[in-house]
């Protein structure tokens, strides 16, 4: 997919599966803004790999959950590039536990980061994104499933799914609104603590027999930041190989 002069925002895309997604867009022609948090050196290192590979890319620290850093992202994006034709919304946190031992501020830091975070860059985007631009909210499988430990995570992301569908009906001006829900990946922080038992009862779930690795999100979202998907709006895309 051809990508070239399109400027894209990636937030959260200092590792994982937001540093796969930010690679991958640029290595299709792309110019990236790597949104980060709080991982100033990790974002670097995201810059640096594109750069090396011969694409462009600038890092820029906001917190999506705040109203004034959302405003900043975008402003230094357009400062820095021209525009913004494509915003992937990646950046989110998870915490695994059962409901009854979630605490108020668990609760509240996942749906600050995870929904008024998605809330508060499609606001930003309704005025600032090119006309026929691309949005695309990162999901997960988990909003489909009844798994325990998840409850808090995976109502944050129905929520999002949910804002996905009908603010696709609401920002008009050409730009389709797209959502994708990954199964299980294999980065970093999702193996942390999980023994070769629980990854092998995870990868068993799907038709493929594996994790996803990371790259297979990344192909879909550049698909869908490509002028080729188009038609597609309005969707939450399952990227998890069958597993629901």
Known sequence: MSLNNKVIIVTGASKGIGKAIATQLAKNGAKVIVNHSNSEKEAQNTVN?????????????????????VTHLFDKAIETYGKVDVLVNNAGIMISKLIKDNTQED??????????????????????????????????????????????YS?????????????????????????????????????????????DRLSSMNAFNRLAKPIDIANVVVFLASDESKWISGQVIGANGAMV
């Open 155 to 199: 109502a944050t992301k129905a929520a999002v799914e949910q804002m996905t569908r009908v603010f696709s009906k609401e920002i008009g001006r050409g730009i389709s609104v797209n959502a994708i829900a990954p199964g299980p990946t294999e980065t970093e922080l999702f193996l942390k603590g999980k023994s070769d038992e629980v990854i």
């Open 107 to 152: 609760f509240t830091n996942q749906f600050d980061v995870n929904v008024r975070g998605v809330f508060n860059m499609l606001q930003e985007a309704d005025s600032k994104l090119e006309d026929n631009g691309n949005i695309i909210n990162i999901s997960s499988s988990t909003a489909k499933l009844m798994f325990p430990t998840y409850g808090i």
């Open 49 to 69: 790999t594109i750069i090396k590979n011969g694409g462009s890319a600038v890092a820029i620290k906001a917190d999506v959950s705040i109203k004034a850093d």
